[in-house]
């Protein structure tokens, strides 16, 4: 089975924080992704990366960056967390150019 | 850019009828769409897929059909039990360039009551 784990279940910072949110693939995947999830908006794409060391905006990059120096690690980091950013984040991956997404577990993030 | 709109937030269904969810999108793709289903405090798990050439798929007590004119997915879930309580997300391709791009709807809460 694929298995996407995230570093964290639950975590709380301080505005201002810089946060890192890490996430591992086990399965050699091509694609992965950053989405996070609110009430009422669903799962927005944050960033994506067809491969290493190659990222792509999504729908709502503003106050996030994005690091993968190897295939199966894609770190979500945000540089100055503020309260706006408290949500579920939710890692996902998929192999090659098109097919299913499989998600990690998920990161509340809350901050105060 | 890809919109896909989920406009029934939440619906009840009572056990062994049936549950229709719904799904509008913007862009037609040559790809597949998704649907995902989300249990409180874990991932979206993949439920099931239907090619942009089809227009039914069907795994067990779900189907998925695509009308295409109207740009419209359905999920039918039955019977539906109470473990299919949970949020579904429909999921469509976002980029014509890359496939591997998917617009996630803001989901449909199903609760099935015993």
């Known amino acids: 089975d694929v298995k996407v784990t995230q570093s964290s279940r639950y975590l709380v910072k301080r505005t201002g924080e810089k946060v890192f949110l890490e996430c591992v693939q086990d399965?050699?995947?091509?694609?992965m992704f950053w989405y996070r999830q609110d009430p009422g908006l669903g799962l927005r794409l944050i960033y994506f990366?067809?491969?290493?060391?190659?990222?792509e905006k999504g729908d709502i990059p503003e106050g996030y960056s994005v690091s993968r120096e190897k295939k199966e690690r894609f770190s979500l980091i945000l540089e100055s967390a503020s309260t706006n950013q408290t949500s579920m984040y939710l890692c996902?991956?998929?192999?090659?150019?098109?097919?299913?997404?499989?998600f990690g577990p998920g990161t509340r993030l809350t901050v105060t | 850019d890809q919109q896909v709109k989920q406009n029934s937030p939440s619906l009840s269904v009572q056990e062994g009828r049936i549950s229709i969810l719904n799904c509008d999108y913007t862009?037609?793709?040559?790809?597949?769409f998704l649907w995902y289903k989300k249990y409180p405090a874990e991932g979206p798990t993949f439920l099931i897929s239907?090619?942009?050439?089809?227009d039914k798929n069907e795994d067990g007590r779900f189907t998925v059909f695509l009308n295409k004119s109207a740009k419209h997915l359905s999920l039918h879930i039955v019977p539906s039990q109470p473990g299919d309580s949970a949020v579904y997300f429909c999921?469509?391709?976002?980029?014509?360039?890359?496939?591997?791009?998917?617009?996630f709807g803001t989901g449909t809460r199903l609760k099935v009551l015993a």
């Open positions: 996902a991956s998929s192999p090659g150019t098109s097919g299913n997404l499989y």
């Open positions: 399965m050699d995947h091509e694609n």
């Open positions: 990366s067809y491969d290493v060391k190659m990222k």
């Open positions: 862009n037609s793709m040559f790809d597949y």
């Open positions: 239907i090619s942009s050439i089809k």
């Open positions: 999921a469509a391709p976002g980029s014509l360039t890359g496939t591997y791009k998917y617009i």
